[in-house]
Every structure is written in C-alpha cells, then in structure tokens.
C-alpha cells in the first residue's frame, strides 16, 4: 500500500527535491536576541592578558588534587 504523498513524489520528482529553506536577518534589537559568533557564548574572556596561565593552573589543580587526596589518605597515620 503506497500514500498518496508517495504517488505524487513518484510522479514529480523535480517539486519534491525543491525545499523552501528561508530566514530572516536576525533582529538585534530584540531582547531574546544575542550575538552571535566565535567566544560570544563564552563566560569568561579567552583574549585577556595571562588567561593562558589561569587556564593551565585551573586545570592542573583539578585534576592533581584526587590523586593528592588519594596519596595524601594512604599516607596518613592510622591510630
């Protein structure tokens, strides 16, 4: 049992493969509307002087500090 959608796209395959993709040009005055583009979506600004070193010293805190904590516990006294 074939659709009728499917008798029309076998008989015009030309207006079937034709789709109406559109859009309009973003509204900036909007309030729902934000910027768009690379680090607009960001938190924190990637550009600012020493980001490098508050990037690299976050990240090798986080993840030494479980392994220092798992030294630090097999470590310790046990009383």
């Known amino acids: ?18 789709r109406g993709f559109q859009s309009t040009r973003a509204q900036l005055s909007s309030p729902y509307h934000y910027p768009e583009g690379p680090r607009s979506n960001l938190p924190f600004n990637p550009l600012k002087r020493g980001f490098a070193f508050k990037y690299w010293g976050f990240m090798l805190t986080g993840f030494s500090l479980p392994f220092a904590l798992a030294v630090w516990q097999t470590k310790k006294n046990k009383p």
């Open 1 to 18: 049992m074939l659709s009728p959608a499917a008798f029309r796209a076998a008989a015009n395959p030309v207006v079937v493969a034709r």
